[in-house]
């Protein structure tokens, strides 16, 4: 790794004198506004390791660089300038793909989101981009005035403005940083093709970890009740009742999320209806079906019990299928919206339905019924 | 894929259009088109309201209801009061977190 200059005047990149340098920076490159950070093009087995934690935990919550102006391969004043977030997944992506290329690498404060999230949101935003492209004396970096910007960028990024305000002009690269070299090579022309953005069944499948575990926060709540209804005897709480009685409803509490939060998600194309509630609905129905015919096909269960584990577990694989929503590549607020409209109602009828079933089976099991 | 038909609050002004075309650019799911200098929306089914182009037409020929397409985001909003916003946070320290 070169050495970093520990002093410089006015530095236009992220670099502090007093801060380590990042392990994926391999040296500085000199810029008549100063110099900048060079970001490597490779990514390591440490990047990759954070880019799963991302994946599985709370780890993405605080997953940022230091915003401002990096450099990738030996950019100079008629390198293009490609615009990015500070959430280091979405950083990591860009630089990988411009592996053998010289370019310039704008990363805007966007929190630690990443560049769609913060477009929504007006982070990665018009005036975010002016005020980054003058503080970084980017017009002094470079002799010419184009900025390359991710095209889920556009709803944060009002072109015109920015070209009104600072000269640059905006040119709306493709979906996925991947695509970049394709559309540097065509002149900074997109195919259709990498214009529309995809939703396939690996990109799901990567979601499904942060699906499931937030619905299992709400499980040991779900274990308490079925256990205590189901121990709860005149004479006081039996542990035995309790396991025997409650152990079917425990494991289709499981099955609920695991079909709300991955059989769904996993198959979405495939289930029937376009709502996520009913295509959550549908699944949990056939978990519960499949239960009972495949794995306890021997129990007779009393038909209360066998009419809850009908009425509470499509619900509750419905809610959690539904959450599903905030994750996909095509879900608009009005469509959740109308889906929230008809199906909350339905949930709390589901849960107080669940809920005097199982207090009239009780009575009539105390014999006070 | 194509979400529930018929709810997305896409407006095109076909008066103010000059038929430039950004918006067919920024669209990530192909839901407008250009022809004959005039753009038309093709499949309204596939719009997920992000705004993109609504915030880049220079025109103001396109309007639409932007927002977050998240159940636990709008659900939120319902029981705590507050625009929707992603704030699925993970962690339990209450500040804005990356989801989507």
């Known amino acids: ?369 | 894929m194509k979400y529930l038909s018929n709810v997305a609050t896409l407006m095109l002004d076909r008066e103010k259009c000059t038929g430039c075309g950004n918006c067919t650019e920024v669209c990530p799911h192909a839901v407008l088109s250009v022809r004959d200098k005039k753009a038309s929306i093709t499949d309204l089914d596939k719009c997920m309201e992000c705004g993109a182009c609504e915030t880049n037409c220079p025109f103001g020929a396109i309007t639409v209801d932007r927002g977050v397409g998240c159940a636990a985001a709008l659900i939120n909003s319902m029981l705590y009061g507050g625009e929707p916003s992603c704030d699925c946070s993970s962690s339990q320290s209450g500040k804005t977190t990356a989801c989507c």
Request: aromatic share 12%; with cysteine.
């Open chain 1, 1 to 369: 790794m070169t050495a970093i200059p520990l002093k410089f005047k006015d530095p236009v990149g992220p670099l502090k004198p007093e801060k380590p340098a990042p392990k994926w920076i391999e040296g500085t490159v000199a810029t008549p506004a100063g110099p900048v950070y060079k970001a490597s093009t490779v990514l390591s087995y440490r990047d990759y390791r954070e880019h799963f934690r991302c994946r599985v935990s709370g780890y993405r919550d605080n997953f940022t660089i230091e915003p401002g102006v990096y450099a990738v391969g030996s950019p100079d004043g008629n390198s293009e300038v490609f615009v990015s977030a500070n959430y280091k997944y979405s950083f990591d992506l860009l630089r990988q793909a411009l592996h053998g290329l010289d370019g310039w690498i704008l990363a805007l404060d966007t929190k630690g989101i990443n560049v769609w999230c913060a477009a929504g949101k007006g982070a990665f935003g018009t005036v975010e981009l002016i005020k980054k492209i003058s503080d970084c004396r980017l017009a002094s970096i470079v002799e010419h005035r184009r900025l390359v910007l991710p095209q889920l960028g556009a709803p944060g990024i009002s072109a015109h403005q920015v070209s009104k305000n600072t000269g640059f002009k905006v040119h709306y690269g493709p979906v996925y940083a991947k695509d970049l070299p394709a559309y540097l090579a065509a002149g900074r022309k997109a195919s259709p093709d990498m214009r529309t953005v995809k939703f396939t069944i690996k990109d799901r499948l990567i979601l499904t970890p942060m699906e499931i575990i937030p619905a299992m926060k709400n499980y040991p709540l779900f274990a308490l009740i079925v256990l205590f209804a189901f121990g709860l005897q005149p004479s006081g709480i039996m542990f035995g009742d309790a396991f025997y009685g409650g152990a079917p409803f425990l494991i289709l509490g499981l099955s609920a999320v695991l079909s709300g939060a991955f059989v769904t998600p996993l198959l979405l194309p495939a289930i029937p209806f376009r709502s996520f509630a009913l295509k959550g609905w549908a699944t949990g129905l056939l978990t519960v079906f499949a239960y009972h015919k495949l794995v306890a096909p021997s129990l007779v269960s009393p038909l209360p019990l066998t009419l809850i584990s009908y009425i509470f577990f499509p619900s509750a694989s419905s809610y959690i299928a539904l959450q599903f929503t905030g994750s996909t590549t095509f879900t608009g607020m009005s469509g959740v919206k109308k889906e929230l409209k008809y199906g909350i109602p339905l949930y709390i009828t589901s849960i107080a339905v669940s809920l005097i079933i199982m207090s009239v089976y009780k009575l009539v099991e105390w014999g006070l019924l």
